[in-house]
């Protein structure tokens, strides 16, 4: 287990949303982060209290998170120091990067040396299955997006906060080192190959109960030139009964590839049901959630009523206004 509270480290993250696990823990665990450290030139701010190592110490830290989810997962040279000083000093630390603390030499060394721990969450626990396609039991609910990054995992844990306030059956399905670090367990999907992906997807939402939820977290998009497989293992692996699409509306292009355009919704929705139905033909999409953290009371108002009109979907963000209408929209249990 990973000890908390944390102390959040942003790095030298290039813009806000390169520190998407930081932000994360922030906004759904709050009473596990007790501040943050930066590096100069930082463009990422939680809106936490700046800490020294020291000064995270004495307010009761014990694991310093890396917080930031760069292209490729590279623990950057400039991170060494810090990391170094907080083994030293007596922190744990907490990473999902795919660049692993247990590769390097230094950090493993000091680990032993002051007694401390390294945690790698993007390193699958589980030999998973290969994925069989066959039938299960319970509901299955899918975040997919128009990119990466657009607000899939607060769309589903919303929900599932939603759902359990209202007494319904339901678990959020962390497949990311986020999710992950919020709740403690999961699959860090794209960390698992490549042929047992969709199986361990089937592993992560067994048989159930046939009115139980399963809110899995989505990742990538369908149409992201980098990271569609990983959304495509999802969509097959879960075999959902419902889609939810998930959309940031003041994206001028895809995450990391400026010479691609966002899908539109309507072309998310075609293409996610074509692709579900393979394994649930009575697959459906029953809402829109729309990431509005960059848009002003009304103009983010404006623009959901104007997607809820032309797309014939409760369009909300979840993390704004609730979760309800989504939650509202889910089908009846099968059987």
């Not at 949303?17 to 930082?42: E, F, H, M, T, Y």
């Not at 623990?75 to 630390?93: C, F, Q, R």
């Not at 699959?187 to 809110?215: C, K, Q, R, Y």
Request: charged letters at 20%; aromatic letters at 4%; a negative charge.
């Amino acid at each position: 287990m990973i000890e908390t509270p944390y102390l959040l480290f942003l790095g030298d993250a290039p813009d806000a949303l390169a520190a998407k696990v930081a932000q994360g823990i922030k906004d759904w665990r709050p009473q596990n982060a007790v501040g943050q450290l930066s590096l100069p030139g930082c463009k990422a701010d939680m809106k936490l209290t700046e800490m020294t190592i020291e000064q995270a110490l004495d307010a009761g830290a014990r694991t310093l998170v890396i917080g930031v989810a760069n292209r490729g997962g590279t623990i950057a040279p400039s991170w060494m120091a810090v990391l170094e000083k907080a083994l030293i000093a007596g922190l744990d630390l907490a990473s999902g990067l795919h660049n692993l603390l247990k590769n390097e030499p230094t950090l493993v060394a000091l680990a032993k040396e002051h007694g401390r721990t390294l945690h790698d969450v993007r390193i699958p626990s589980v030999t998973y299955p290969i994925a069989s396609g066959e039938p299960r039991r319970g509901m299955r609910l899918l975040a997919v997006g128009t990119d990466c990054s657009v607000g899939k995992m607060y769309t589903t844990i919303a929900m599932d906060a939603e759902a359990k306030a209202r007494g319904m059956k339901s678990s959020f399905r962390a497949t990311g080192q986020t999710g992950i670090l919020i709740t403690g367990n999961g699959v860090p999907l794209d960390a698992v190959i490549a042929d047992f992906m969709a199986g361990s997807i089937e592993w992560l939402t067994p048989d159930n109960d046939p009115d139980h939820w399963d809110m899995i977290e989505g990742q990538g998009s369908l149409f992201h030139p980098s990271y569609s497989g990983v959304t495509l293992a999802l969509i097959h692996g879960g075999a959902p009964d419902a889609l939810v699409l998930c959309h940031e509306p003041t994206r001028a292009h895809m995450r990391g590839l400026p010479g691609y355009q966002l899908p539109t919704l309507e072309a998310v929705r075609d293409t996610a049901l074509t692709m579900a139905r393979v394994v649930n033909p009575g697959c459906e999409v029953i809402g829109i959630s729309i990431n509005t953290q960059h848009l002003g009371e009304e103009e983010a108002l404006a623009y959901m009523a104007e997607v809820e009109e032309r797309m014939g979907l409760p369009t909300v963000d979840p993390f704004r206004q609730g979760a309800g209408r989504l939650v509202d929209a889910l089908p009846a249990p099968k059987g």
